[in-house]
């Protein structure tokens, strides 16, 4: 059974900067493609970065670019996201979520199997 569990959100001010972390159970992760994804009242879920378990491989969407970075621990079985330059427009729920998958490429949202129940990041102007 896998578990994810996000921690780490919190209240910032605009420029700021958060770690939000992505503690995995259940197996181990070297085949997977995990990913942090966010959702804001109102909006539909999307996507912010994945990165292979196995660290060569690291996705972002286009509005966190060079402003996030995703990472992972593998003694530690967790994943992270550093946050800078936060914006209000970054305000959501922030959620981790994990895929087997050998094939290269980013999954879709839909393809991802396990979700943790997500963290609040809330940035104010």
């Known amino acids: 059974q896998v578990q994810l569990v996000e921690s780490g959100g919190g209240l910032v001010q605009a420029g700021g900067s958060l770690r939000l972390s992505c503690a995995a159970f259940?197996?181990?992760?070297?085949?997977?493609?995990m990913g942090w994804f966010r959702q804001a009242p109102g909006k539909e879920r999307e996507f912010v970065a994945a990165?292979?378990?196995?660290?060569?491989?690291?996705y972002y969407a286009d509005s966190v670019k060079g402003r996030f970075t995703i990472s992972r621990d593998s003694a530690e079985n967790t994943m992270y996201l550093q946050m800078n330059s936060l914006k209000p427009e970054d305000t959501a729920v922030y959620y981790c979520?994990?895929?087997?998958?050998?094939?290269?490429?980013?999954?879709?949202?839909?393809?991802?199997?396990?979700w943790g129940q997500g963290t609040q990041v809330t940035v104010s102007s």
């Open positions: 979520a994990a895929v087997l998958r050998v094939r290269p490429g980013v999954p879709t949202t839909g393809e991802y199997d396990y």
């Open positions: 259940g197996r181990t992760f070297s085949n997977y493609v």
């Open positions: 990165i292979r378990w196995s660290g060569t491989s690291t």
